[in-house]
């Protein structure tokens, strides 16, 4: 087909639907309880996204509105398909995949923190990755260890 018969934004439509795979982390899919049932979630809602965008009429609309729920759905199919679900800790000698541990760093107040997988970390709602730098240097330490992280102590207050 020729060039001239077709519409100047097909092309650029073209490219805004052929949206880059987010990137997966070379590192092992684990993840709490909590963490699976948010990936599941995310993986229906990418569906339900991309079901929503199928009763869009016009086609080059339809391909847009379609390019993110579409990737998103490919990414949590594949952090689903990977997870491996780790058991809360029932110890709390030592810190381990899925505690919260408490601790102080320098001059900061204590902070606390629980260590999950990376796709439900979140630290402005105190959770973080376990390939997050604090949370690799702090598992296995104990309370009263003291671990050092960009050049600042960090010291082990309670793990629960």
Known sequence: MSVAFTKEESSET?????????PISAH???VTLTGLKQLQAQLENARAAYEAANSIED????????????????????????????P????????????SVTYTRDD???QTYRI??????????????????????LMGKAVGDVVEVNE?????????
Request: aromatic share 4%; hydrophobic share 40%; net charge negative.
């Open 116 to 137: 999950v997988g990376e796709d439900e970390a979140d630290p402005k709602t105190g959770t973080i990755s376990f390939a997050s730098p604090v949370a690799r240097a």
């Open 88 to 99: 809360v800790p029932t110890a709390h000698d030592v810190i381990a995949f899925g505690a």
């Open 59 to 86: 086609v080059n609309e339809r391909r847009r509105q379609q390019a993110g729920p579409l990737r998103d759905a490919r990414y949590f199919t594949e952090r689903v398909r990977s997870a491996e679900l780790l």
């Open 28 to 30: 092992p899919n684990l």
């Open 14 to 22: 073209a490219a805004e639907t052929l949206l880059p795979d987010r």
């Open 152 to 160: 600042q102590e960090l010291e082990v207050i309670s793990i629960a």
């Open 108 to 110: 900061h107040p204590a």
